[in-house]
């Protein structure tokens, strides 16, 4: 409950929170560096699966031309793309 993560992108229809936080993220796109590629897989995409207003996450690898889409069809867990 005390984790807050900085992602690259998020997308809300909800207002801004407290501090300028986004309390109900629909989309998070997060660019993997060479540097922040463990931490953003290992650490930061658990997390963010666990959001249950997230509808789609986005891994965008920064030097290859690829994507990693997770969707989320109906409530429930998110399926990789």
Request: glycine residues 4%; negative net charge; aromatic residues 4%.
């Given at each position: 409950?005390?984790?807050?993560w900085?992602?690259?992108?998020a997308?809300?229809?909800a207002p801004?929170?407290?501090?300028?936080?986004?309390?109900?993220?629909?989309?998070?796109?997060?660019?993997?560096?060479?540097?922040?590629?463990?931490?953003?897989?290992?650490?930061k995409?658990?997390?963010y699966?666990?959001?249950?207003?997230?509808r789609?996450?986005w891994?965008?690898?920064?030097?290859r031309?690829?994507?990693?889409?997770w969707?989320?069809?109906?409530?429930?867990?998110l399926t990789d793309?």
């Amino acid at each position: 409950d005390d984790t807050q993560w900085q992602a690259d992108l998020a997308v809300t229809c909800a207002p801004p929170g407290r501090r300028h936080t986004i309390e109900a993220p629909l989309l998070i796109v997060e660019v993997l560096s060479p540097t922040t590629r463990a931490h953003d897989l290992g650490r930061k995409l658990p997390d963010y699966q666990e959001l249950p207003t997230v509808r789609e996450i986005w891994l965008i690898d920064s030097e290859r031309r690829r994507l990693q889409h997770w969707r989320r069809d109906e409530p429930g867990s998110l399926t990789d793309r």
